[in-house]
């Protein structure tokens, strides 16, 4: 069973950053892709980073540029630094994993966390 659970969100302006942190529970984290989506209200989930295996990132147009994903593997965890924060970036932000082939936003996902809200004021 992996467990995932996120941290860091909370409101800031724009302009501002923010760093989430997604805590992995399970032996290891390693062998696992893993994904940082986001939800606003009323608008369909869409990815944002990927963090692969074997440390190879991806981006979606949203995230380049402003957005690092990095993982701790000592410590099982999965961050995501976003800079230059806008309102557009407000929304619920979610981690994910699979232990499947291959590493994008599109793949199928089977572990989830809780979400944690970020708020960009303008």
């Known amino acids: 069973q992996v467990q995932l659970v996120e941290s860091g969100g909370g409101s800031v302006q724009a302009g501002g950053s923010l760093r989430l942190a997604c805590a992995m529970s399970?032996?290891?984290?390693?062998?696992?892709?893993m994904a940082w989506f986001r939800q606003a209200p009323g608008k369909e989930r869409e990815g944002v980073a990927t963090?692969?295996?074997?440390?190879?990132?991806t981006y979606t147009d949203s995230a380049k540029g402003r957005f690092t994903v990095s993982k701790d593997n000592a410590k099982k965890i999965l961050y995501l630094q976003m800079d230059t924060l806008k309102p557009d970036d407000s929304a619920m932000y979610y981690c994910?994993?699979?232990?499947?082939?291959?590493?994008?936003?599109?793949?199928?996902?089977?572990?989830w966390g809780q979400g944690t809200q970020v708020i960009v004021s303008s």
């Open positions: 399970t032996s290891t984290s390693s062998g696992y892709c």
């Open positions: 994910a994993a699979h232990s499947g082939w291959g590493c994008t936003v599109a793949d199928d996902f089977p572990y």
């Open positions: 963090f692969d295996f074997d440390g190879a990132t």
